[in-house]
């Protein structure tokens, strides 16, 4: 007699890339542990992504189970949207509830791993299905911070930290917001650790030795960036992403280099990148340089800027310096500083004790 394998979903939001980069080593190394377990990732992250980041076969449902904020860009809220937004959501709550029910019963799941919408957890609360929330934010947080002002929004706010509390377990991942309204396990930062490829990159690029390399990545929400003014630099090479392909000799779009991101960044001198829980702590733990656009409009920058400042060596820009390209001082400094000597501990450990005392021992 055959025994069925068990089943975890994953919910990962497509709010930008950097909950797909915190969950993959996580669910990487869950899998190595107990690759018996069949496991499902529901997403609005793209599947070439999450192909390039997981090392196991899995099952993927292109569908959002949460939108986080409306952003116009990387630096920019649209507040008047969210609201809407929400509002909208929430006027359905309980035949969202219902659907997502059925849903986890179509699928049978077993166990239930949110990074970071709320409503599968409430879900499976009712369900009785062992569930983590795991997040360096919640959106309940967030969603306070822009509307505490507002009486109408409180009901909203209250459902969300409620399904929130619901989870069994709530693992808070450094760098991370305070949630001071949620019982949550701190554990230290979740990233993934690469390989130096700078000669294999230099010679891909036909550049010398002696250049300075600069990733550039505002994440996974659409920016436009204008490069005409960017500082030239004697000796220093920009990587780009593809669609901002710019006919500079300077500049270079990161698909030429054939390597991976990761490993693209440990090649790297220096990353120029605005506040992200994937890009700080990928930076962090692989000692490498950062430059970063302050979004201090964001209730998480603080909380990044703040870690990243004790864990890397960094220098940060203002918004119109970006756009005006008046950056060269505090770039040709950051080049001058020694790397950060040492990279955080990694949280990768607690984090799967956490996972299996909750599903496998619950």
Not at 247 to 272: K, W
Request: charged fraction near 15%; proline fraction near 5%.
């Amino acid at each position: 007699m055959s025994v069925k394998s068990k089943h975890l979903v994953v919910f990962i939001s497509g709010h930008g890339y950097g909950h797909a980069v915190m969950t993959a080593p996580l669910i990487n190394a869950f899998h190595h542990l107990y690759p018996n377990i069949k496991i499902t990732l529901k997403t609005s992250v793209p599947l070439p992504f999450l192909q390039r980041k997981l090392n196991f076969p899995f099952e993927y449902l292109s569908e959002s189970s949460d939108f986080g904020m409306v952003n116009k860009n990387a630096f920019e809220v649209d507040l008047a949207e969210s609201l809407n937004k929400y509002q909208n959501f929430h006027k359905h709550w309980a035949e969202h509830i219902k659907n997502t029910i059925i849903q986890l019963k179509q699928l049978e799941t077993d166990y239930l791993l949110s990074n970071i919408a709320y409503l599968p957890i409430a879900a499976a609360k009712q369900l009785g299905i062992p569930t983590v929330a795991y997040c360096c934010l919640n959106w309940a947080e967030i969603f306070h911070h822009y509307y505490a002002n507002n009486t109408l929004a409180n009901f909203i706010y209250e459902q969300m930290l409620n399904a929130y509390a619901s989870a069994d377990c709530f693992i808070r991942t450094e760098p991370a917001m305070p949630m001071a309204e949620l019982e949550t396990q701190l554990v230290g930062p979740i990233a993934t650790t690469g390989t130096n490829r700078r000669t294999q990159l230099l010679q891909s690029l036909g550049l010398p030795d002696s250049t300075k390399l600069v990733l550039v990545t505002m994440g996974g929400i659409e920016t436009d960036m204008s490069m005409d003014n960017w500082p030239e630099i004697l000796n220093l090479h920009y990587l780009v992403p593809d669609q901002h392909a710019h006919p500079r000799e300077d500049i270079s779009t990161v698909s030429t280099t054939q390597i991976s991101f990761t490993d693209l960044l440990c090649s790297v001198d220096v990353l120029f990148t605005k506040p992200g829980y994937g890009s700080f702590t990928e930076a962090a733990c692989n000692r490498i340089r950062v430059l970063y656009v302050e979004r201090r409009q964001w209730p998480e920058h603080i909380h990044l800027s703040r870690w990243l400042e004790r864990n890397a060596t960094c220098q940060a820009i203002s918004l119109e310096q970006l756009d005006s390209g008046k950056f060269e001082q505090e770039l040709t400094s950051l080049l001058q500083q020694d790397n950060h000597p040492s990279a955080p501990r990694s949280g990768l450990p607690d984090t799967l004790d956490l996972l299996t005392n909750h599903f496998l021992l619950s």
